[in-house]
T-cell receptor
């Protein structure tokens, strides 16, 4: 099956903890994104990587750090989570050269208590 | 930053009628305009898109119109069904540093189709 996969589906943690989310795409794409969708369903881009290189880094707190080992993987680490980090984190991928379409993963729901 | 305005935020229609969602964008260099449908607990899924070299595109009961002069694009769902009830997001591409597109999303429209 070719798609965008994310783990975990859900994560509940406490303020100050560190969390990591994983994203893998098997679509053969070379560009991947992290979006944050808040409780009002607002979708905001956070980061974009092309072939392991960071190309978009929106204004997000420094406790957020993306990590890419290869073009099929893009992880997100959050050091010392805050309550406002509670959201759904959506990973997406795109084929840089051929298509503009972005395909989303199922999302990771983070709840910070 | 760049914005995409989307209206209305909530849309209630009767089954069988049509539904229209409108979006405006700021960056005249935007050249790609996708529409996503997101059902509760699911990820956004692309339903239709249009590029700047077109003014109209239609597929399976969906019509997208693009007015580049007005920097406006819209989604029209004809003959709505209860299964069309969902959140709908418009987006506009925002070329970044000449090396790729990111998408700027509207705030979403919650469509409710009453049987």
């Amino acid at each position: 099956e070719t798609a965008v996969f994310q783990t975990p589906n859900y994560h509940v943690t406490q303020v100050g903890n560190e969390v990591s989310f994983n994203c893998k795409q098997t679509l053969g794409h070379d560009t991947m994104y992290w979006y944050k969708q808040d409780s009002k369903k607002l979708l905001k881009i956070m980061f974009s990587y092309n072939n392991k290189q960071l190309i978009v880094n929106e204004t997000v707190p420094r406790r957020f750090s993306p990590q890419s080992s290869d073009k099929a993987h893009l992880n997100l680490r959050i050091k010392s989570v805050e309550p406002e980090d509670s959201a759904v984190y959506l990973c997406a991928s795109r084929d840089w050269g051929n298509q503009d379409t972005q395909y989303f993963g199922p999302g990771t729901r983070l709840l910070v208590l | 930053g760049e914005q995409v305005e989307q209206l209305p935020s909530i849309l209630r229609v009767q089954e069988g009628s049509s539904a229209s969602i409108n979006c405006t964008y700021e960056n005249s260099a935007s050249n790609y305009f996708p529409w996503y449908k997101q059902e509760p607990g699911e990820n956004p899924k692309l339903i239709i898109d249009i590029r700047s070299n077109m003014e109209r595109k239609q597929t399976q009961g969906l019509i997208v119109l693009l007015d580049k002069k007005a920097k406006r694009f819209s989604l029209h769902i004809t003959d709505t069904q209860p299964g069309d009830s969902a959140m709908y997001f418009c987006a506009a591409s925002d070329p970044y540093g000449g090396s790729g597109n990111k998408l700027i999303f509207g705030i979403g429209t919650l469509l409710s189709v009453k049987p």
